[in-house]
């Protein structure tokens, strides 16, 4: 998906309740080119907010159930109008499986604020 030029980048965060979840929604919101459209607690949930938040970036936390992330991945990449998929990792298994999923990035969670700025900017970067 695509966003207007001057309009900020929309994310969706799917994350467990707690404290990874709001990690991530301060990492993002600290950006002013950038705002979380939605919060939600797993990835059946995600996809029936995705056609009210239109999300160009949807931040999936690895602690999900592996089989619903790589559903979520899967059709995120089956819809019109692509969105960008980050997944959220914690060990070097979890950076492959994201990897075969199809997710777009990867990134360790103790990597947070400084590994989540680069994806955004590149996805700032796109829109342009």
Known sequence: MTAKPGKRAKVLIVSLPGMMQNVLRESIIRRQDVEVVGVVGGCLSATAMLPQAQPDLVVIDSNLP??????L?????????PITSLMLVETTQQYH???????????RSYSLPDGLDPVLDQLKTNHK
């Open 73 to 81: 991945i899967l059709h995120l990449k089956r819809l019109p109008t």
């Open 66 to 71: 592996e089989a619903d992330v790589v559903e």
């Open 97 to 107: 499986k994201a990897a075969s999923a199809g997710a777009d990035h990867a990134i």
